[in-house]
């Protein structure tokens, strides 16, 4: 399986608060693949099911169909070998955000002295920019600096995965934009597989090697996945001008605006045009569309991704 | 700053209205009892016995009460023969008889004041079981509460970990909890003396059962309402549920269950001077109850106020305590 962390016909339902009525199900027979060293962004309406799609990965929910794995392990319960970076950043308001890294780099490696942790508290501290503040509590900080410390404390544990759930959402754009720079290349330093889930079209384009794209729920499913075929290092300022850019970008839009509700309905309305999600036993992932490329180039990465 | 001196100058104002109303109310009482010594009534009695009254009112403003002036008149004295005769003392009588009367009432603000300026002095004088200093009342006190509110900490807290952190054993204890708590601690006090036979360990124990409910309760509501995110941090770095529960959850919950201690802790001296009065011995309650019985009301006041100024002292610690403990989201 060329995939590194994957969902495996993987089903969330929530049982009907009616006696005897249809249970509501988010989700289900999910395919999620993510390829190692491999940044992926995943988009979708609200209630797609896309947070409990990160949260299974995570180990901190649990599906009610299928599984998921990380690597050759099943993902069953929290560990250190995913992090996570929430939207309200939760970092421990008590501590100061040298404190609040220490804290995930102490509980990674147990067997180091003080002086280690620091050190390295620090450096990852210093790679997102908060070299001065480290001493601050996170609410002496600006909503930024705290994000900033989250994925800090994220990165610091060199876990195997990281998880982003939203985690720019609550930040204005200005900090954004800055933070989101900061993230390339913190990123590009590393050889970190990550699962980032977001509403903004351009943050998906500028982070993601490959955005997956999901239908509106109930039943919900990841129609396909885009692959962002633009140039990397990238920033903000220079990748608008790359000749792909727009094609990708137009092209999520147009699935947002338009084709996830459609490609909802169709499924609701006629199990026949359903995309299968195994054929002979052998599991569906989603097809791999370039934005820009023609129709036959498209089905043939289609084709690949079904290997 | 300005508004804290503001506050505080009006808090002053307010105390000195409050010490001249007491003044006034209690002076007013001693020059009501000097008048009174003397009225129309007993002022012609005393004329009939054929003492002028300018004698009969000289003989009220040295202090003496109608009863005396009444054996003088009978005796037939002048007021020049008896200052000749080196004054009315040299013949028996004690003079402050109208001024005794007068200190028997509520007693001045400037009585309570020598009364414990006194005390102050000597806080730890023991002259036998009925007459010992404040300082050894306040510090039995002080040793029942604090053993009475350390055990509690010990029951409380734990406790009120389970309660907060699984669901199960908090329906499984709210009826007792729902049904202990509203009971007054003094209605465990013949219980815990017929079950312990020692009037120290029972005042304890009365300490203990009052002070334990609004910390449990405290604990679990501060444990159960620890966000959701932070125990999701505790996961996924793998803590054990140890260190959660000492790294995460307690430094979380921790204002909330101090401010459970500083509810626990006021309760707490409340209820012990009440207890001290019933059991009886030593202490600040009982120190009360005993002047009260030997009619030192000054002494008695003075009491009063210490306990005040002690329960406030302990809030003031717990509060410390809360403010060292407290952290802004």
């Not at chain 2, 007021?79 to 007068?102: C, H, K, R, S």
């Amino acid at each position: 399986m060329e995939y590194y962390v994957r969902t495996e016909l993987l089903g969330k339902a929530f049982p009907s608060e009616k006696k005897g009525g249809d249970d509501y199900v988010v989700f289900e027979d999910l395919n999620v693949g993510i390829r190692k060293g491999e940044f992926v962004t995943c988009i979708g309406h609200s209630g797609c099911g896309k947070s409990t799609v990160l949260n299974v990965f995570a180990g901190l929910e649990k599906a009610t169909a299928g599984a998921s794995f990380l690597g050759n392990r099943v993902i069953e319960s929290p560990g250190l070998d995913r992090a996570v970076v929430f939207q309200n950043h939760s970092l421990l308001p008590w501590r100061s955000a040298l404190k609040n890294v220490e804290f995930a780099v102490k509980a990674r490696w147990p067997q180091w002295s003080a002086a280690e942790v620091e050190t390295h508290s620090r450096k990852f501290l210093s790679l997102v920019g908060l070299d001065k503040s480290v001493d601050r509590k996170p609410y002496q900080l600006s909503g930024g600096m705290r994000q900033r410390v989250g994925i800090a404390r994220a990165f610091a544990i060199k876990s195997e995965l990281l998880l982003m759930d939203e985690p720019f959402g609550a930040l204005d754009a200005l900090t954004r934009g800055v933070i989101q720079d900061e993230l390339v290349r913190i990123w590009s330093h590393t050889d970190q597989t990550v699962f980032m889930i977001t509403h903004d079209v351009d943050e998906a384009i500028l982070l993601s090697d490959r955005i997956l794209l999901m239908t509106n729920g109930p039943r919900a499913r990841v129609a396909e996945a885009v692959v962002v075929d633009l140039p990397r290092p990238r920033n903000r300022a220079t990748i608008i001008h790359e000749p792909k850019y727009y094609a990708t970008r137009n092209h999520l839009v147009d699935f947002l605006v338009r084709r996830s509700q459609e490609l909802s309905d169709d499924q609701a309305g006629s199990d026949a045009r359903t995309v299968p999600t195994s054929v002979d036993g052998e599991l569906v992932y989603p097809p791999e569309i370039i934005p820009g490329e023609s129709e036959s180039a498209n089905l043939t990465a289609a084709m690949a991704a079904q290997c | 700053m300005y508004f804290r001196i503001r506050a505080a100058s009006l808090s002053l104002v307010i105390f000195l209205c409050f010490l001249f109303a007491w003044h006034v109310l209690t002076a007013d009482r001693r020059v009501a009892a000097d008048s009174r010594t003397l009225s129309p009534g007993e002022r012609s009695q005393l004329l009939e016995n054929g003492m002028p009254e300018s004698d009969a009112i000289g003989y009220a403003q040295k202090g003496l009460t109608y009863e005396q002036i009444l054996q003088i008149s009978e005796l037939g004295l002048s007021l020049e023969d008896i200052d000749g005769a080196g004054g009315i003392e040299a013949f028996g009588f004690t003079t402050g008889g109208a001024a005794e009367e007068a200190r028997t009432g509520f007693p001045s603000p400037a009585l309570v004041w020598e009364e414990a300026y006194e005390q102050i002095r000597h806080p730890f004088y023991d002259k036998g079981p009925n007459d010992k200093g404040i300082g050894i009342q306040l510090k039995y006190s002080l040793l029942r509460v604090g053993a009475g509110f350390f055990l509690a900490v010990l029951i409380a807290v734990p406790v009120g970990f389970l309660v907060g952190m699984s669901p199960l054993v908090n329906l499984a204890l709210a009826p007792f909890i729902q049904i202990l708590k509203p009971i007054s601690p003094l209605a465990w006090l013949p219980v815990a003396l017929y079950v312990i036979k020692d009037a120290e360990q029972a005042s304890i124990f009365v300490i203990l059962v009052c002070s334990v409910w609004p910390m449990l309760i405290n604990t679990a509501f501060g444990v159960a309402s620890v966000k959701r995110d932070y125990i999701n941090i505790a996961k996924t770095l793998e803590l054990s549920p140890m260190q959660t529960a000492l790294q995460v959850i307690l430094p979380a919950a921790a204002p909330t269950i101090f401010t459970g201690m500083r509810i626990s802790i006021g309760i707490a001296w409340l209820v012990i001077v009440a207890a001290e009065m019933v059991i009886g011995g030593i202490g600040m309650g009982y120190f009360v109850w005993n002047e009260w019985n030997g009619l030192n009301l000054a002494s008695m006041i003075f009491a009063i106020f210490v306990i005040g100024f002690v329960g406030l002292l302990l809030d003031f610690l717990i509060g410390q305590l809360i403010r060292f403990s407290d952290y802004k989201e």
